[in-house]
C-alpha cells in the first residue's frame, strides 16, 4: 500500500469508497431486521435481496482490495500524532477485513444452514434453525465488529472536519 506525493486517492478508489459505503451500510441494516424479525416470509424476501447484494459486494471488495495495493494513495500528514497515523491505518485495515470476513461467512452460512439449496428450489419456508451454525455465529460477530469500526472510522472523518479541520474528505471526494 504505498504512500505517495499525490493529493487524492484514485479515482477508482474514490467511486468503489462510495458506492460500498451505501452497499455495505444497507446490508448491515438489511441483516439486522432479517434476523430480529420472526416473520419468515420477511426473512426470505430480505435474504433473496441480502445474499446477491452481499456477493456484489464481495467482488466490488476484490476490485478494491486490488486496486488498494496498486494505486497510489494520499500519505498521512506529517502534523498527525502517532496515534491519529496508526489508528487510522489500523481502522482502515479492518475496514478491509471485516467486510471480507462477512462476505466469506455469509456464503459459509448459506451453505451449512441449507438456505441456499432452499432459495434455489424456490421455496420459501421453513427458515431453518441458525444458532447451532458456527458460520452464522460468526457473520454475527463480524458485523457487530464491522459495525464498530465504521462508527469509528466516522467519528475519525468528523473529528478531521469539525476539530483538526484540514477537510480530510477532500482527499476521497470528486474532482482533481
Ligand atoms: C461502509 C462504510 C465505509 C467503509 C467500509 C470505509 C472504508 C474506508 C477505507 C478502507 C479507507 C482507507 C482508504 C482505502 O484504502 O480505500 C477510507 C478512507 C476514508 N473514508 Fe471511509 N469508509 C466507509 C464510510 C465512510 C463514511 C460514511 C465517511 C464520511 C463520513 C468516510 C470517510 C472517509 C475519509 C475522509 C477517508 C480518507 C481518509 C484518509 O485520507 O486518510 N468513509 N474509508
Ligand atoms: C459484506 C457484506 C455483508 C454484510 C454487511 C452483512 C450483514 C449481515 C447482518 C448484520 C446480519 C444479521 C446478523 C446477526 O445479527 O446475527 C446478516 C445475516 C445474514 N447474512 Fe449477511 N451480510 C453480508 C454478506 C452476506 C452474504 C454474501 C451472504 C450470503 C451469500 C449473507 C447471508 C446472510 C444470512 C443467511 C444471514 C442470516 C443469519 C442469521 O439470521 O443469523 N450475508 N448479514
Keep these: 500500500m504505498a504512500a505517495t506525493t499525490v493529493t487524492k486517492y484514485s479515482r477508482a478508489i474514490r467511486i ?3 458506492v460500498l459505503a451505501l452497499l455495505l451500510i444497507g446490508l448491515l441494516i438489511a441483516g439486522t431486521i432479517m434476523h430480529n424479525t420472526a416473520d419468515e416470509a420477511t426473512k426470505f424476501a430480505i435474504l433473496k435481496l441480502h445474499a446477491p447484494l452481499g456477493l456484489l459486494a464481495g467482488i466490488l471488495l476484490f476490485a478494491r482490495t486490488y486496486f488498494a495495493f496498486t494505486q497510489p494513495r494520499p500519505a498521512a500528514d506529517p502534523n498527525w500524532s502517532l496515534a491519529v497515523k496508526w489508528g487510522s ?5 479492518l475496514l478491509y477485513v471485516f467486510p471480507h470476513a462477512l462476505v466469506g461467512s455469509g456464503i459459509a452460512t448459506m451453505v451449512a444452514s441449507g438456505l441456499g439449496e432452499i432459495l434455489q428450489s ?3 419456508a421453513p427458515w431453518p434453525e441458525l444458532s447451532g451454525i458456527a458460520f452464522a455465529g460468526a457473520h454475527g460477530l463480524f458485523a457487530k465488529l464491522f459495525l464498530a469500526s465504521l462508527v469509528l472510522h466516522i467519528a ?4 478531521h472536519q469539525a476539530i483538526i479541520k484540514d477537510n480530510l474528505i477532500a482527499r476521497m471526494m470528486p474532482g482533481k
Design 16 to 18: 468503489l469508497h462510495w
Design 156 to 159: 475519525g472523518a468528523i473529528y
Design 122 to 124: 424456490g421455496q420459501t
Design 89 to 93: 491505518k489500523i481502522i482502515h485495515i
